[in-house]
């Protein structure tokens, strides 16, 4: 079940900022949320997100390399980023314990 949703949200984020792209570049859209209040209180609250299930991702890595490459990957794709995350450590995992918790 979990797989399958984070199967979802990968395909579902590669598909909407498929079809965004191609209206409108990123940093043309980024001018209309910041140019609303609630577009920047979207954009706080997305990346408080994103940082806090970063602080898990970089819990389960030992290495400042793999922290790294996860933190801008997180930051600059979100959601498709995570999905590829999660669906990768399930992979590699035998049990829920291990998946939250082993460090790698």
């Known amino acids: ?3 399958s949703f984070f199967v979802l949200v990968l395909l579902a984020m590669i598909g909407v900022s498929t079809w965004a792209s191609l209206q409108s570049n990123v940093f043309e859209g980024f001018r ?3 140019a609303d209040r609630w577009g920047v209180a979207t954009l706080f609250d997305t990346y408080f997100s994103f ?5 898990w991702i970089a ?3 030992t290495t400042w390399l793999a922290r790294a490459i996860w933190l801008v990957l997180i ?4 959601s498709i980023a995570f999905s590829v995350f999660i669906l ?4 590699r995992s035998k049990t829920v314990e291990e998946f ?4 790698r």
């Open 32 to 34: 209309y949320v910041i």
């Open 88 to 91: 990768r450590e399930w992979s």
């Open 1 to 3: 079940m979990l797989k």
């Open 59 to 61: 819990y389960k890595h």
């Open 75 to 78: 930051l600059t794709l979100g």
């Open 100 to 103: 939250l918790c082993q460090k």
């Open 51 to 55: 940082l806090t299930i970063y602080l």
